[in-house]
Antibody, heavy 115, light 108 residues
Framework: QVQLQESGPGLVRPSETLSLTCAVS?????????WSWVRQPPGKGLEWIGE???????NFNPSFKSRVSMSVDRSKNQFSLKLTSVTAADTAVFYC????????WGQGTLVTVSS | EIVLTQSPGTLSLSPGERATLSCRAS???????LAWFHQQAGQAPRLLIY???SRATGIPDRFSGSGSGTDFTLTISRLEPEDFAVYYC?????????FGQGTRLEIK
């Protein structure tokens, strides 16, 4: 079991790029094959954005494929999400999660897209 | 994409009662790669069940999961006050990973 902590700006302007980082503590980023990002718009359900392996391989939800990128920094034990061309519809709590079936989650960070 | 449909949308029960939540998949979930989570207001989801029937670390035995193929069930044998929350099923057998829309378990 590891601890995850999301960080990044809480406010992003429309058409700009949302950037978040998930720091892994209490274990190595190598402890899990895959690391995911999930979002939850206010009052709505969960949506998987994509995943990255500790070696840098990625799988993305086709709903985001043209706008999303992920990276991993093994030296800092963290991984990151970038979502481009954001709109108000991207306002959500963003979570990072570990492993095949999301055993560990970060506390989540609210990102609001607004001018 | 595998679509997961949860029922009922809302379930009203009293502490001590038994809860049965359903998750139906639009196509077969290979390897029983289905998980259940619950989410309290303002908190992150917490894994309850993976592999359709295996309890996650620290989850009490009043929670049990069953099913295979396209039909899955989460049963809570005797509801405790902390069990009233929103429950989500998730399939991780094929990409994209998908979640059900949730079942709200509320105190009657």
């Amino acid at each position: 079991q590891v601890q995850l902590q999301e960080s990044g700006p809480g406010l992003v302007r429309p058409s700009e790029t949302l950037s978040l980082t998930c720091a892994v503590s209490g274990g190595s980023i190598r402890s899990s094959d895959w690391w995911s990002w999930v979002r939850q718009p206010p009052g709505k359900g969960l949506e998987w954005i994509g995943e990255i392996s500790y070696s840098g391989g990625t799988n993305f939800n086709p709903s985001f494929k043209s706008r999303v990128s992920m990276s991993v920094d093994r030296s800092k034990n963290q991984f990151s999400l970038k979502l481009t061309s954001v709109t108000a519809a991207d306002t959500a709590v963003f979570y990072c999660a570990s492993g095949e079936y999301f055993a560990d989650w970060g506390q989540g960070t609210l990102v609001t897209v607004s001018s | 994409e595998i679509v997961l449909t949860q029922s009922p949308g809302t379930l009203s029960l009293s502490p001590g009662e038994r809860a049965t939540l359903s998750c139906r998949a639009s196509q077969s979930v290979r390897g029983s790669s289905l998980a259940w989570f619950h989410q309290q207001a303002g908190q992150a989801p917490r894994l309850l069940i993976y592999g359709a029937s295996s309890r996650a670390t620290g989850i009490p035995d009043r929670f049990s999961g069953s099913g295979s193929g396209t039909d899955f069930t989460l049963t809570i044998s005797r509801l405790e006050p902390e069990d009233f929350a929103v429950y989500y099923c998730q399939q991780y057998s094929s990409s994209p990973v998908t979640f059900g829309q949730g079942t709200r378990l509320e105190i009657k």
